[in-house]
């Protein structure tokens, strides 16, 4: 059994064969270590990990239908939760975590305006309002759409 | 990851304390007192969360669509320069040739109705490809190019979501032979092929490896084009002009229903393919490396050679070679005495001639010259169709029965399946 500790300082047992899903964790148990801090990882998205490994853990054919279906729910989330999620799956290396959220982000943030794309990703524009207008008139076709939304989610 | 191992080689207890980092008064200590590797690691951990959030950004931004990635370039100087690397754009391309979202149909529409000489503007449209329904319900009109009007163009050739069209260009009475990116509405001029002439060629377009650069090749082979055969070779980063290359003396051309029996090549295995006929007798599929641009042969099965009397009118054959997800395939149309037959075989091993297949076999009265376009996840293959009656518009048809007619009966059409890229034909001004 080996010791997670998120970054809240809440500490989870979970047996070896689950975690080592996760190469980070992999390469520490082969360390040794059977304490393992993730400062990088909050409680409520190490569950949510945990959750993920542990369905994904038993991979017999006659689960693979289940855990589709599991997949399928389990991306039904905000695009806060998925973020902190990604975040957590790429520090953990867990590929096949991975594989899933980056389509699934994708596909939620594809028909969003520029402004609920810099609000998601915390990023500040430094382009002049003229740079932007000259390439906003380079790719004007990209910018026009009934299907264009501005939702933060 | 990596500041959890160095705290491992310093022999740091196992049971490793991040308090120490975490706690505020840390930062707050006099610079002086702070224990040189402790600092190291502070600073590799911060490094590496930037690293972290770069890698996962590329790995979202790969798997967008060509035209959410144009409209985020205004987001920020940091994702324009990311969406406009060369590097990135390559990542997204091979990705997208993997996805069934991003194939899509080109067609272009330009009427002949020779009273109505204005209307003889070509009109483009993309449709996407996920199913055959979406194919008419999903048609989008897809401006060319703000600074020619295209007037009876014609669709060459397609590759890596580059499209090469020839057209006439109203304003200045020039033929234009223009590489275009519809998914980005970018375009460039090429320069016209200097032996052949264009009207009665065939062209294919393919990446090469070896030269890291895409090659357009162009062959005088339709049925309206006599004498020698010539091929001429453009490579688009290098060279910028038009070299002539032989072509093999032992082979002459197919003679197809309304053109050579192909609308472009099929690139497959790094090489061009097309029918020729040896000898006046047998078929055989020729192949032209894009590497080392040498000629080969890919034999065929006997039954798919058929014998038939050219003397006679009613008797038309239509062939030629295409690809189906990643296989050569070839195909004919066969008509005969009022009774249309139509064969498509597979090569499920490239090169090797018992692998043919048969894939579809139809029998309609109807059929004159159908070629196969692509294959959607059901397994259904589209089909492109001339009908007897009309010949200059075009029909499709799956291989499970015939579906959509074009409304307008006087418009010639063209068709090419492509992928949206982010390639930009801007990197191959050669004029």
């Keep these: 059994m080996i010791t997670l500790q998120s970054s809240d300082k809440d500490v989870f047992e979970i047996e070896q064969s689950i975690l080592i899903q996760s ?55 905000t695009l806060n939760e998925l973020f902190a999620l990604v975040f957590a799956a790429n520090y953990l290396h867990i590929s096949s975590l991975l594989e899933l959220l980056y389509p699934s982000i994708a596909d939620r943030i594809k028909d969003k305006i520029t402004e609920a794309i810099r609000q998601i990703f915390s990023i500040r524009c430094d382009f002049t309002p003229e740079e932007e207008r000259r390439i906003i008139m380079d790719n004007k076709w990209a910018h026009e759409g009934t299907e264009i939304e501005g939702t933060l989610d | 990851m990596t500041s959890l191992l160095i705290c491992n080689k310093l022999n740091v207890q196992k049971r490793f304390d991040f308090d120490a980092i975490n706690d505020e008064s840390f930062f707050n200590r006099n610079i002086e007192e702070v224990p040189k590797k402790m600092m190291n690691i502070t600073a590799n951990f911060q490094a590496i969360e930037i690293q972290l959030q770069e890698e996962i950004i590329v790995e979202i931004l790969s798997r967008l669509p060509v035209r959410s990635l144009h409209r985020f370039k205004c ?29 899509k149909n080109l067609i272009s529409k330009t009427c002949f109705d020779k009273k109505k000489t204005s209307d003889k503007i070509t009109h483009f449209y993309s449709s996407s490809l996920s199913s055959a329904v979406q194919l008419f319900e999903d048609e989008k009109e897809v401006d060319f190019s703000p600074n020619w009007t295209p007037w009876c163009a014609l669709i060459l050739s397609s590759c890596d979501g580059l499209v090469l069209i020839k057209f006439l260009d109203l304003r200045t009475g020039k033929v234009i032979l223009s590489l275009w990116n519809p998914s980005t509405r970018e375009s460039v001029e090429l320069p016209l092929p200097r032996l052949v002439p264009l009207k009665h060629c065939i062209c294919g377009m393919g990446y090469d490896t070896t030269s890291d650069d895409y090659k357009i090749v162009m062959i005088n082979l339709t049925r309206f084009a006599h004498g020698a055969i010539s091929t001429e070779v453009l490579a688009l980063k290098s060279g910028g002009s038009w070299r002539s290359c032989e072509y093999p003396t032992d082979i002459s051309r197919v003679q197809g229903v309304w ?99 048969i894939l579809v076999s139809i029998q309609d009265s109807n059929l004159y010259s159908v070629r196969p376009r692509y294959r959607f996840g059901d397994g259904e293959v589209l089909l492109r169709c001339r009908h007897r009656g009309f010949i200059k518009f075009i029909e499709y048809a799956t291989s499970r029965g015939p579906f959509g007619v074009w409304p307008s009966r006087q418009t010639h059409m063209q068709d090419v399946v492509y992928t949206e890229s982010l390639i930009s034909p801007k990197l191959f001004a050669c004029v």
């Design chain 2, 75 to 103: 987001v920020s100087k940091y994702w324009k320069a990311l969406i406009s690397d060369p590097y990135f754009r390559m990542k997204h391309l091979n990705r997208a040739k993997n996805d069934r979202n991003s194939q």
């Design chain 1, 23 to 77: 190469g980070t964790i992999k390469n520490m148990v082969e360390d040794d270590f059977t304490f393992i801090p993730l400062p990088s990882v909050d409680t409520e998205t190490l569950i949510k990990i945990i959750e993920y490994m542990k369905k994904h853990a038993d991979k017999t054919d006659s689960k693979e239908k289940n855990i589709k279906e599991f997949d399928k729910d389990f991306m039904k989330k």
């Design chain 2, 259 to 357: 053109d050579c029996g192909m609308d472009y090549f099929a690139f497959i295995h790094g090489a061009f393919h097309w029918v020729g006929c040896r000898l006046s007798q047998c078929y055989i599929v020729v192949s032209f490396n894009i590497s080392n641009e040498v000629y080969g042969e890919i034999p065929l099965l006997d039954q798919m050679c058929l014998n038939f009397d050219r003397k006679k009118l009613t008797d038309v054959l239509d062939l030629g070679v295409s690809t189906l997800e990643g296989m050569l395939c070839f195909y004919s149309t066969y008509y005969k005495g009022g009774e249309g037959s139509f064969k498509l075989w597979v090569m499920r091993d490239y090169g090797v001639k018992e692998s043919w297949t």
